[in-house]
């Protein structure tokens, strides 16, 4: 056994640059895992100021000088921040609350509509079975209120440090832009010379994540606002809280889809019951779903890695389960990375010495 672990330390870790390209990645995830919860403003910052640059760099290939450029693209993050938190997120929250009221009401209906399937199919469903159904869904909902009554008092702490976050944030992203070049150099200093491998990781990685997470929000604005009209237009109910939940859906392909498919269903029903409206708005977010799978992604994500459905679905699992939300939105790059490091790890580290000699 130590044997076979020696030979298969030569093969993989004989090379310097492996080792180098093993200790940086060792270190991130380790700084990650365990002073994530600590450093979550700084990565924020620098995850923003990030997808930032590459609006600063084309503006700055049109002859607007650095500084300006980052005034420019700072003013229109900040604007856009400012909308989400005085405009979006209090409609948001009122159109959820409103949805939590309707949720008896709705649970009412559903036990009806059970009923009557007692009373059309007696032999597959009884009444005693209908009502223990509906209560169990009853006391279900009952502890899930109390639940998320509980974590609302609990959360009064955590929107002081969202407060902070809202002021940290900003002054971090607009330093990391102004000053990128200068920390940026700082933070090499500390790095070994000899980082080819590094380097190759990270040129790979440059190129792909940042079109992936910056295409990923405009998919996110699109599909979103393109569901909200077609909600709005068909006269459907909580429709701006149903277009945000189908535009967060993209962040996890596949699975998303299917997911929130579930309360537009439900809602729909509820309001319009098995009727042509239902059918033609199930129509409408077939359509949409069709379009952004089959021509809005290829166009936006023309650049990126080809990744197996399995690896994508194995990566949410994996990051998700570290990082919670964070970890499902940053799985795709992720997946990414791994896939980089071992394209890019030394192939000669992996041939046998007869290989070599021949």
């Given at each position: ?61 049109h002859g607007v000088g650095r500084l300006w450029a980052v005034v420019a693209v700072f003013s229109l993050f900040m604007a856009l921040l400012i909308f ?187 309001q319009w019951g098995l009727s042509s409206e239902f059918g033609y708005l199930i129509l409408v977010y077939g359509i949409i779903q069709t379009l952004d ?66």
């Amino acid at each position: 056994m130590i044997e076979l672990l020696k030979t298969w330390y030569q093969r993989n870790f004989s090379d310097p640059q492996a080792m180098i390209l093993a200790l940086l990645l060792a270190i991130g995830f380790v700084v990650v895992i365990f002073f994530g919860n600590m450093l979550a403003p700084l990565l924020a910052s620098v995850v923003i100021a990030y997808l930032l640059e590459g609006t600063v760099a084309k503006l700055q290939k049109h002859g607007v000088g650095r500084l300006w450029a980052v005034v420019a693209v700072f003013s229109l993050f900040m604007a856009l921040l400012i909308f989400t938190i005085l405009g979006l997120i209090p409609l948001l929250s009122q159109q959820l609350s409103e949805l939590v009221r309707e949720v008896p009401n709705m649970v009412a209906q559903g036990q009806q509509a059970l009923l009557s399937l007692h009373e059309s199919y007696p032999t597959f469903f009884s009444e005693e079975q209908v009502r223990e159904l509906m209560s169990g869904v009853r006391s279900d909902l009952t502890g899930f209120g109390q639940s998320v009554l509980s974590r609302s008092i609990a959360s009064i702490p955590a929107l002081v440090t969202v407060l902070v976050y809202l002021i940290l944030v900003p002054i971090m992203v607009f330093f990391f832009l102004k000053d990128k070049f200068a920390i940026v150099e700082w933070f090499t200093s500390y790095l070994p010379e000899k980082r080819m491998l590094a380097r190759q990781v990270w040129q790979e990685m440059d190129l792909q994540i940042g079109n992936y997470i910056r295409g990923k929000i405009l998919e996110i604005i699109i599909v979103g606002t393109a569901t909200y009209i077609a909600f709005a237009m068909m006269g459907l109910n909580y429709a701006p809280l149903l277009a945000a939940l189908v535009g967060l859906s993209v962040l996890v392909p596949y699975i998303g889809a299917a997911v929130v498919t579930l309360p537009v269903a439900l809602i729909a029903y509820f309001q319009w019951g098995l009727s042509s409206e239902f059918g033609y708005l199930i129509l409408v977010y077939g359509i949409i779903q069709t379009l952004d799978g089959n021509v809005l992604v290829p166009i936006l994500f023309s650049e990126a890695v080809n990744l197996h459905p399995v690896a994508i679905i194995v990566s949410v699992l994996v990051f998700g389960g570290f990082w919670g939300f964070w970890g499902v939105f940053f799985a795709i790059p992720l997946a990414t990375l791994v896939k980089a490091v071992l394209n890019a790890w030394p192939k000669a580290a992996h041939l046998s010495p007869h290989s070599e000699q021949a």
